[in-house]
C-alpha cells in the first residue's frame, strides 16, 4: 500500500499516511496526530525495483 506525506497546518508536522490509490484519489485527507483536515501534500521519493539487469 503507498504511503503518502503531508504537512499538517494545525499541529506543523509532517504525517505519513497509508492509504490506497482509490482512496488517495477520493481526497479527504485526516492528520493520524490531531485530526485536521488542512494538509498539504509533500514531494517524497520513489524507489522502483525490479527484476531486469541494467
Do not use: N
Amino acid at each position: 500500500m503507498p504511503q503518502y506525506e503531508y504537512f499538517c497546518q494545525k499541529c506543523q508536522r509532517e504525517v505519513t499516511v497509508p492509504m490506497t490509490i482509490s482512496q488517495h484519489d477520493k481526497g479527504g485527507v485526516v492528520c493520524p496526530q490531531c485530526g485536521g483536515r488542512e494538509l498539504r501534500p509533500l514531494v517524497g521519493s520513489f524507489f522502483a525495483q525490479t527484476s531486469r539487469k541494467s
